[in-house]
């Protein structure tokens, strides 16, 4: 099976037969993880997909939330479609294994410490709810999370997705925004 066959245009399905919707010239936006397939394409409008690419044109009046081969195929470069799947899956990986890093121990006071990538991070209970603080001592950074968290490994999935962001916000090379799925509890 070559790329073409793997192309739901060939096949002339959802939008890919309709007049009107452009096939080529679109831009990826952004990505985000679902953390499971919960949405179809909006370009094939068949394939069940967990990694969103959210495609935008400037001659259509929708940003379509689309598969990898879809977006590979509407902005002419499925490979760079691939290299952004690949990111995202690396990262649903890197996530789910970051609560149970060897790094992670306790500190003096009882709180969750762990030093990653150039931030500090702590993990504290108090009033039965779990708070995060994120601290990056290059810079001078320091932020307590907003939200609570109901369990110690909810806020250090947060925390994840924080220095991710953080990490993300920072990096000039980055230009898209990559969401994931709210931390569950």
């Given at each position: 099976?070559?790329?073409?066959?793997?192309?739901?245009?060939?096949?002339?399905?959802?939008?890919w037969?309709?007049?009107?919707?452009?096939?080529?010239?679109?831009?990826?936006?952004?990505v985000?993880?679902?953390?499971?397939?919960?949405?179809?394409?909006?370009?094939?409008?068949?394939?069940?997909?967990?990694?969103?690419?959210?495609?935008q044109h400037?001659?259509f009046?929708?940003?379509?939330?689309?598969?990898?081969?879809?977006?590979g195929?509407?902005?002419?470069?499925?490979?760079?479609?691939?290299?952004?799947?690949?990111?995202?899956?690396?990262?649903?990986?890197?996530?789910?294994?970051?609560?149970?890093?060897?790094?992670?121990?306790?500190?003096?006071?009882?709180?969750l410490?762990?030093?990653?990538?150039?931030?500090h991070?702590?993990?504290?209970?108090?009033?039965?709810?779990?708070h995060?603080?994120?601290?990056r001592?290059?810079?001078?950074?320091?932020?307590?999370?907003?939200?609570?968290?109901?369990?110690?490994?909810g806020?250090?999935?947060?925390?994840?997705d924080?220095?991710?962001?953080?990490?993300?916000?920072?990096?000039?090379?980055?230009?898209?925004?990559?969401?994931?799925s709210?931390?569950q509890?």
């Amino acid at each position: 099976m070559t790329e073409l066959d793997e192309a739901p245009g060939v096949g002339g399905f959802g939008k890919w037969s309709m007049h009107g919707v452009p096939h080529k010239g679109w831009t990826c936006v952004g990505v985000e993880d679902l953390g499971a397939p919960a949405a179809v394409c909006e370009m094939c409008e068949r394939q069940d997909i967990r990694y969103v690419h959210a495609m935008q044109h400037p001659d259509f009046p929708e940003i379509l939330h689309c598969g990898c081969i879809c977006a590979g195929h509407m902005e002419q470069d499925v490979e760079r479609a691939r290299r952004r799947e690949a990111l995202m899956k690396n990262a649903a990986r890197r996530r789910a294994g970051w609560p149970d890093r060897k790094a992670w121990r306790r500190s003096r006071q009882g709180n969750l410490v762990i030093s990653e990538r150039g931030f500090h991070v702590t993990i504290f209970e108090r009033d039965g709810r779990w708070h995060g603080l994120i601290q990056r001592p290059s810079t001078g950074y320091k932020r307590f999370s907003k939200r609570t968290y109901a369990s110690e490994r909810g806020a250090q999935l947060a925390s994840f997705d924080a220095i991710l962001f953080l990490e993300e916000s920072t990096n000039v090379a980055w230009t898209m925004s990559i969401r994931r799925s709210p931390v569950q509890d």
